[in-house]
């Protein structure tokens, strides 16, 4: 069934902390897997350092049913369980997308620094994502399918069985007497996916019984090729000039644009990988070359998800997207971290004297004088001196003592601002979980 040197490959994540995590939906694999893995731990100096996880959606009404059946299961195989409830929400990509996403923001929550979440696919599981993705016109990237190991959330994602059959996981399941449910949805094949799995899968296999296992290695062979272009467009990355920014990154438009257009989309999608945010679908790189012919004093930018690319002053940013503001204002004593909301935050580097203050954001007409300048300025005009990029200006923290303006983030303190008052201040992105804008990993 499963290679037996399991443990060994572990051994040195475990000894450094890390905890495991098994993703339990109660299915048959989930559950063939799982027990052979308690099989393994069971005598390991390191079995108090594995959970598993139940994810109850709600969208089946079996689902209480299978809950009770995880949660029989892992007493009787005494294997610590976690549960935890969702709800799901169609937001235009599918349900069946809406509560992937949502088990996998479960999964994250739950992982510390260098933990490990182990998932239960496998052979068939590879070839089913393969030919969906065939099927839909992907390039390399997407028919690189599932990895066996991955970097996710704070630590990372290992599929063990990735080169076991189902037939495997099934005869495993057998010989134990195994329970395990059975989802009535998979055997809809108004679905893409249960198609492929019910009715063109078995004809493949039948003609040729190691298909799951042919595109195993093919996409390890994409896998070789993707990392030899990877090289490539990280080196012309650097010669971009990629730098952090206070939100996201930028890099040269001109040095980018020096490329051939294919060089181009090749430095854009590795730029977006590295960053850790889910690559957009193949169609949106047409709106990312009329990005990129733009004029200057165009603010064009390409959205997907949750992220976004923009141009501003000869550079090309990629950002996470933000909102404006949604408070209006806050009280702040001026020496305690302030968090803006959106994962913004205000800090103090230094020890100050406490004070009164109210921060608000952008207000037409303001002015300021900042106290290295004789004269006063519209706040418009002072943020295009400072150069804050256009979807930045509405989240400046100003900060206000009564009425009186004395400080403009970390950008200036205003003249007549008391001396031992907010000095050292930082103005600042921690990300909307407050973990930072990139997550370390490529979506399958």
Known sequence: MIKKNILQKLEAHLRAGAHLWFAYSGGLDSSALLHFLRREFASSPYADRFTAIHVHHGLSPFADTWLELCRDNCEKWGVALE???VHIENQG????SAARDARYEVFKQLM???DILMTAHHAGDQAETFLYRLARGAGLDGLLAMQEWRPFGSGALWRPALWTDRAELAQYAKKYALHWADDESNHDVRFDRNFLRARALPVFAERWPLFGK????TTQLLAESRQLLD??????LLACGREPRRLGEALSLAALQAFSKPRQRAVLRYWIRANGFSLPERKLFDEFDKLM???EEASPEVCWGQYVLRRFGGELYLCPKIGLPTEQAFSWDGVSNLHL???FVLTCDVANRPGDYVVRFREPGLRARPETRAHSQTLKK???EYKIEPWLRGHVPLIFSGEQLVAAADLFRCADTPDSALRGLRWIYTGKNGAGTKTGEISD
């Open 231 to 236: 090289e490539y467009a990280q080196m012309d």
């Open 112 to 114: 510390g620094a260098g």
């Open 382 to 384: 002072l943020l295009q």
């Open 214 to 217: 042919s595109v195993l290695k």
């Open 83 to 85: 549960v935890r409830h």
């Open 93 to 96: 990509a599918g349900l069946e």
């Open 293 to 295: 012919a733009a004029k």
């Open 341 to 343: 909301g959106d994962g």
